[in-house]
C-alpha cells in the first residue's frame, strides 16, 4: 500500500481574513501571509487589551474594598477612589489601540488588494455559482 500524499493548502478565504481582521486587528494579514506585520499589530494591540483591562480591574477592586469596608473615616474616601482608575493612562491605551486598529485596516486593504491581483481565478472566498 503507498503512503497517502499530504492534502494541498486550501484556497485562502478573503472573507475569513476580512473577520480575522476585524475581531483581531493583524490576524487577517497573518492569515494572507503578511506574519511579520500581522504578529506586530496584534501583538500591540493585545498589549493594549491587556493593559486597559488591568488597569480598570486593579481599579475596581480597590474601589470596591473601599466602599464595601465596614463604616469608618475611609469610606468617605470612596468618593475619590475614582483616582485609582487612571483614566489619563486608560484612554492612552485606548486611543494607542485606536491607531492599531486603523493601520491595520489599512495595511489589510493594500494586502487583499495586492492577492485579489496575484489570483485572478476566483480565489476571493466567494463559492462558485
Not at 12 to 34: C, D, H, I, S
Not at 73 to 100: K, M, N
Request: with cysteine; hydrophobic share 50%.
Amino acid at each position: 500500500m503507498f503512503p497517502q500524499p499530504p492534502p494541498l493548502p486550501s484556497q485562502k478565504n478573503l472573507r475569513m481574513a476580512t473577520a480575522l481582521n476585524v475581531f483581531l486587528p493583524g490576524a487577517g494579514l497573518v492569515y494572507l501571509g503578511e506574519r511579520r506585520a500581522g504578529t506586530v499589530l496584534t501583538g500591540l494591540f493585545l498589549g493594549c487589551f491587556v493593559a486597559v483591562m488591568g488597569i480598570f480591574l486593579v481599579g475596581y477592586i480597590r474601589y470596591l474594598m473601599l466602599a464595601l469596608d465596614p463604616p469608618n473615616p475611609r469610606r468617605q474616601q470612596a468618593g475619590e477612589a475614582g483616582a485609582g482608575f487612571h483614566q489619563s493612562w486608560l484612554i492612552a491605551l485606548a486611543l494607542a489601540g485606536g491607531v492599531v486598529y486603523l493601520v491595520s485596516t489599512v495595511l489589510f486593504a493594500r494586502a487583499k488588494r495586492r492577492f485579489a491581483s496575484a489570483n485572478p481565478d476566483g480565489a476571493s472566498g466567494v463559492p462558485p455559482t
